[in-house]
């Protein structure tokens, strides 16, 4: 059973710091790009930030500069400064993972459930 879990969200004023930690567990033979996705409310899921296993990165304009994404094997990691109201959301990690099956491997998109990030103005 494998399992994606974020954590460190929380309430910041605008201008603060959050750093969000994601951590897949279970039984993995690997993990593709990491990715961190943002959902505020009434809004659509999107994209925030991504790093790849050879530690490319990319970003949504909105964040470029601001957040900073992170990889150590089977975590992944956001810093994210100057944290503004508009960066309220429920943040989720997201990867795809390979694991070992009875027949073979199988590679399957996970999701976390996702950690709050509330920011005051």
């Known amino acids: 059973q494998v399992q994606l879990v974020e954590s460190g969200g929380g309430l910041v004023q605008a201008g603060g710091s959050l750093r969000l930690s994601c951590a897949a567990s279970?039984?993995?033979?690997?993990?593709?790009?990491m990715n961190w996705y943002r959902q505020g409310p009434g809004k659509q899921r999107e994209l925030v930030a991504g790093?790849?296993?050879?530690?490319n990165t990319n970003y949504a304009d909105s964040v470029k500069g601001r957040f900073t994404i992170s990889r150590d094997n089977a975590k992944a990691y956001l810093q994210m400064n100057s944290l503004k109201p508009e960066d309220a959301a429920v943040y989720y990690c997201?990867?795809?993972?390979?694991?070992?099956?009875?027949?073979?491997?199988?590679?399957?998109?996970?999701w976390g459930r996702g950690t709050q990030v509330t920011v005051s103005s």
């Open positions: 997201n990867t795809k993972i390979t694991t070992p099956q009875a027949t073979g491997v199988m590679t399957l998109d996970y």
């Open positions: 279970g039984s993995i033979i690997s993990i593709k790009a």
């Open positions: 790093i790849i296993s050879g530690g």
